[in-house]
């Protein structure tokens, strides 16, 4: 599904990612752990296509194609979903129309003709129970005026919705209480299936206790330091990120 | 030193207005004549604004007085009415039923206009045939709404009076139907200058819709005076529509004067789509408690065109309300200036006022001139303004293409939301869509900021 081979990222002149390596098959569940800057939601924005980022090495192949070569549009129609970490707030543009525009053009892409209005607000109230949200989100502004849980889980509606290949996750339990972090868990669990990978970019262990990983990785000056599997983000719970540190011979790079 | 060019100067048209004079509609007509004179002699005095005046800092009108435009004042052979028929099939509202009145340069043309149905207590009809047959009912209110001292684009419009749209909707009387005003340019060849003058009276009580568009039936160089009076008496209420969406090598000055009386309320929506250099002032005059006005407008510039918007709304007496809301959308070369100015004088307590002007540029090389003006003279009052220049949020534009929106479809789709307020607020649903169609056609190039 994605295979990620030596990696630089740079940014306004800095490296954030340094020779990052990664394969996720088919029906995976990755997490990417690490500390503040180590490159972690970089690294979500970078396979989205946000081009604020420049790849100065290395290589992303998704499904046997060149991910850096294609537009971030062209990615999202080929299966690509990036949950943000700070969903943007778009006044005068509803969730629904915007909604109905990237269904179509991932439908166009795949050949498939436009959902015609009833077939989409069957599709809509189908995908709103899944993240226990309201019709009402629908009409209201892109993200305008929702709170931090609100937004996260219009994140998770919209990849409902849009059936991706590869979803990435970056940071979406930051800001979540307790109970809007169960509701967003079990929506990604309710679209785990063997045809899906998901990356999930996360601070915390907390998440992964509702979605559990096949792999965790630990990231930490722009590179993978260490990869396991579910355990390794319990004792990185329990050790904290400097635990890593002493377990790679490397030194670290330490970032402000 | 001293160039030579041919460009032209009041003067040209204080000489034309004396030549057409005695055949101007009731000429003859002693207070009628004594008004035309005052004008003429306003415009003498003044002359055509410059950038000298304050008031046209901005607005640069060398490319009108390059230029000698040569007034329509009666209709002429319309030897071809069909090409403005056939413009007017095209650039109809879809599914507008409003009573239609149609202009040529300016001059009514009765054949093209539908005004056969209209409900008792309600006269439409051309300026200069209520001229011709009733002068004296015009006496008191024509020119009661201009600013004291006019500039000499009104003040010419006021020396000549030939022809516009007269509306009255008589007491208590309510008008769903909205009476569209139509005015087209660019029909009688090159360089004609044409000079509507429109009087709106609205008494106590009533409730109506007047929608005033200016579209060039020709590419022809033109340029389009037009002044419109609004009178509204006690609790009387009008929305008012105008939309400007001439060909690029047209001029419009335009002007929209109003005197408010008690509990009255007027919306005003103003919508420029097109033109080559458009400048549009309004003035609102609060005379009574309870008033109310809110003004809304949306601009379009592209190419090199320049649209500049002068508002002034005086809050007289007490208790008044006044809203205002543009918004701009420029592109490319394009200008813009927004002056808005709002007046609370002494006795206008508890006066409560609001004012923004927004800006989206969508090129490097666009530019805006933005002016936002409070001048308070009472001491318990309310009063907001503020103004913005920005551009298409990147992050924004990155979601929806994240979405897999394309990237000029997510800059269209962004640039649209930016207007989307102003256009919510029209009320006629025909209308509305019409204007959302206009304003998604213009900006359907949208390119990529670079």
């Given at each position: 599904?994605?295979?990620?081979?030596?990696?630089?990222?740079?940014?306004?002149?800095?490296?954030?990612?340094?020779?990052?390596?990664l394969?996720?098959q088919?029906?995976?569940?990755?997490?990417?752990m690490?500390?503040?800057?180590s490159?972690?939601?970089?690294?979500?924005?970078?396979?989205?296509?946000?081009?604020?980022?420049?790849?100065?090495a290395?290589?992303v192949?998704?499904?046997?194609?060149?991910?850096?070569?294609?537009?971030?549009?062209?990615?999202?129609?080929?299966?690509?979903?990036?949950?943000?970490?700070?969903?943007?707030?778009?006044?005068?543009?509803?969730?629904?129309?915007?909604?109905?525009?990237?269904?179509?053009?991932?439908?166009?892409?795949?050949?498939?003709?436009?959902?015609?209005?009833?077939?989409?607000?069957?599709?809509v109230?189908?995908?709103?129970?899944l993240?226990d949200?309201?019709?009402?989100?629908?009409?209201?502004?892109?993200?305008?005026?929702?709170?931090?849980?609100?937004?996260?889980?219009?994140?998770?509606?919209?990849?409902?919705?849009?059936?991706?290949?590869?979803?990435?996750?970056?940071?979406t339990?930051?800001?979540?209480?307790?109970?809007?972090?169960k509701?967003?868990?079990?929506?990604?669990?309710?679209?785990?299936?063997?045809?899906?990978?998901?990356?999930i970019?996360?601070?915390?262990?907390?998440?992964?206790?509702?979605?559990?990983?096949?792999?965790?990785?630990?990231?930490?000056?722009?590179?993978?330091?260490?990869?396991g599997?579910?355990?390794?983000?319990?004792e990185?719970?329990?050790?904290?990120?400097?635990?890593?540190?002493?377990?790679?011979?490397?030194?670290?790079?330490?970032?402000? | 030193?001293?160039?030579?060019?041919?460009?032209?100067?009041a003067?040209?048209?204080v000489?034309?207005?004396?030549?057409?004079?005695?055949?101007?509609?009731?000429?003859?007509?002693?207070?009628?004549?004594?008004?035309r004179?005052?004008?003429?002699?306003?415009?003498?005095?003044?002359?055509?604004?410059?950038?000298?005046?304050?008031?046209?800092?901005?607005?640069?009108?060398?490319?009108?007085?390059?230029?000698?435009?040569?007034?329509?004042?009666?209709?002429?052979?319309?030897?071809?009415?069909?090409?403005?028929?056939?413009?007017?099939?095209?650039?109809k509202?879809?599914?507008?039923?409003?009573?239609?009145?149609?202009?040529?340069?300016?001059?009514?043309?009765?054949?093209?206009?539908?005004d056969?149905?209209?409900?008792r207590?309600?006269?439409?009809?051309?300026?200069?045939?209520?001229?011709?047959?009733?002068?004296?009912?015009?006496?008191?209110?024509?020119?009661?709404?201009?600013?004291?001292?006019?500039?000499?684009?009104?003040?010419?419009?006021?020396?000549?009076?030939?022809?516009?749209?007269?509306?009255?909707?008589?007491?208590?009387?309510?008008?769903?139907?909205?009476?569209?005003?139509?005015?087209?340019?660019?029909?009688?060849?090159?360089d004609?200058?044409?000079?509507?003058?429109?009087?709106?009276l609205?008494?106590?009580?009533?409730?109506?819709?007047?929608?005033?568009?200016?579209?060039?039936a020709?590419?022809?160089?033109?340029?389009?005076?037009?002044?419109?009076?609004?009178?509204?008496?006690?609790?009387?209420?009008?929305?008012?529509?105008?939309?400007?969406?001439?060909?690029?090598?047209?001029?419009?000055?335009?002007?929209?004067?109003?005197?408010?009386?008690?509990?009255?309320?007027?919306?005003?929506?103003?919508v420029?789509?097109?033109?080559?250099?458009?400048?549009?002032?309004?003035?609102?005059?609060?005379?009574?408690?309870?008033?109310?006005?809110?003004?809304?407008?949306?601009?379009?510039?592209?190419?090199?065109?320049?649209?500049?918007?002068?508002?002034?709304?005086?809050?007289?007496t007490?208790?008044?309300?006044?809203?205002?809301?543009?918004?701009g959308?420029?592109?490319?070369?394009?200008?813009?200036?927004?002056?808005?100015?709002?007046t609370?004088?002494?006795?206008?307590?508890?006066t409560?006022?609001?004012?923004?002007?927004?800006?989206?540029?969508?090129?490097?090389?666009?530019?805006?001139?933005?002016?936002?003006?409070?001048?308070?003279?009472?001491?318990?009052?309310?009063?907001?303004h503020?103004?913005?220049?920005?551009?298409?949020?990147?992050g924004?534009?990155?979601?929806?293409?994240?979405?897999?929106?394309?990237e000029?479809?997510?800059?269209?789709?962004?640039?649209?939301?930016?207007?989307?307020?102003?256009?919510?607020?029209?009320?006629q649903?025909?209308?509305?869509?019409?204007?959302?169609?206009?304003?998604?056609?213009?900006?359907?190039?949208?390119?990529?900021?670079?």
């Amino acid at each position: 599904m994605l295979s990620v081979t030596n990696l630089d990222v740079a940014v306004n002149g800095g490296m954030i990612l340094n020779g990052l390596n990664l394969e996720v098959q088919a029906g995976e569940v990755h997490a990417i752990m690490g500390p503040n800057g180590s490159g972690k939601s970089t690294f979500a924005n970078v396979l989205a296509g946000h081009p604020g980022y420049e790849v100065t090495a290395g290589s992303v192949i998704y499904e046997g194609q060149d991910l850096l070569q294609m537009e971030p549009e062209e990615r999202a129609r080929q299966g690509v979903f990036l949950a943000f970490q700070y969903p943007v707030e778009i006044p005068g543009v509803s969730n629904v129309y915007m909604l109905k525009a990237a269904v179509n053009e991932i439908r166009k892409h795949r050949g498939e003709s436009e959902l015609d209005a009833v077939k989409f607000l069957k599709l809509v109230r189908e995908k709103l129970k899944l993240v226990d949200m309201k019709e009402e989100f629908m009409h209201r502004a892109v993200n305008e005026g929702f709170s931090g849980g609100e937004k996260k889980r219009n994140e998770i509606f919209q990849m409902a919705m849009l059936e991706p290949k590869l979803a990435i996750l970056d940071e979406t339990d930051s800001g979540l209480d307790i109970d809007a972090l169960k509701v967003v868990a079990q929506g990604v669990n309710e679209l785990r299936d063997a045809s899906r990978s998901i990356v999930i970019v996360t601070h915390y262990q907390r998440l992964l206790d509702y979605i559990v990983p096949d792999y965790v990785h630990v990231l930490a000056g722009g590179r993978v330091l260490k990869s396991g599997g579910k355990e390794l983000a319990l004792e990185l719970e329990e050790h904290g990120y400097g635990w890593i540190k002493d377990q790679t011979a490397e030194p670290l790079e330490t970032r402000a | 030193m001293n160039i030579a060019a041919s460009s032209t100067d009041a003067a040209d048209y204080v000489a034309a207005q004396q030549i057409a004079a005695d055949a101007l509609p009731a000429a003859g007509t002693p207070w009628l004549d004594a008004s035309r004179d005052k004008a003429k002699a306003i415009l003498t005095d003044v002359g055509l604004p410059t950038t000298r005046l304050e008031d046209w800092k901005y607005t640069n009108t060398r490319s009108i007085t390059r230029s000698k435009f040569d007034p329509v004042l009666r209709s002429e052979s319309w030897s071809d009415t069909a090409v403005i028929e056939q413009l007017i099939e095209q650039l109809k509202v879809p599914e507008l039923k409003s009573h239609r009145l149609v202009f040529a340069d300016g001059i009514f043309v009765s054949g093209l206009s539908s005004d056969a149905d209209l409900p008792r207590g309600i006269r439409v009809m051309s300026m200069a045939q209520l001229l011709q047959s009733e002068p004296e009912y015009l006496k008191s209110a024509l020119g009661s709404a201009l600013p004291e001292s006019p500039h000499g684009f009104t003040a010419m419009n006021s020396s000549f009076i030939s022809d516009g749209a007269f509306v009255e909707i008589g007491a208590e009387v309510i008008l769903d139907k909205p009476i569209e005003l139509l005015f087209v340019s660019a029909c009688s060849g090159k360089d004609r200058l044409g000079l509507p003058r429109n009087l709106v009276l609205c008494r106590s009580g009533s409730s109506a819709t007047v929608v005033e568009r200016y579209l060039s039936a020709t590419k022809s160089r033109s340029l389009t005076n037009a002044v419109t009076e609004v009178i509204l008496d006690g609790s009387a209420r009008l929305n008012h529509y105008r939309v400007v969406d001439e060909s690029a090598d047209s001029f419009h000055v335009g002007g929209l004067f109003v005197q408010q009386d008690q509990s009255s309320r007027l919306d005003a929506c103003s919508v420029v789509l097109g033109g080559g250099l458009v400048r549009n002032d309004v003035l609102v005059n609060l005379n009574a408690p309870g008033a109310a006005v809110d003004l809304t407008g949306l601009y379009l510039g592209r190419g090199r065109s320049h649209v500049d918007n002068h508002t002034h709304v005086v809050h007289h007496t007490p208790d008044g309300t006044s809203r205002e809301h543009y918004k701009g959308i420029l592109d490319d070369r394009s200008r813009a200036v927004f002056h808005g100015r709002i007046t609370v004088e002494s006795g206008a307590q508890q006066t409560d006022s609001e004012q923004s002007n927004q800006n989206l540029l969508l090129s490097r090389d666009a530019e805006v001139d933005t002016k936002p003006q409070l001048e308070i003279y009472a001491d318990d009052v309310k009063c907001a303004h503020g103004a913005t220049v920005g551009q298409l949020d990147d992050g924004a534009v990155f979601y929806l293409r994240a979405r897999g929106v394309g990237e000029d479809e997510a800059r269209k789709m962004l640039t649209l939301a930016f207007a989307a307020d102003v256009l919510a607020k029209i009320e006629q649903p025909a209308l509305k869509g019409y204007l959302e169609h206009c304003v998604n056609d213009r900006l359907s190039f949208v390119p990529r900021t670079s």
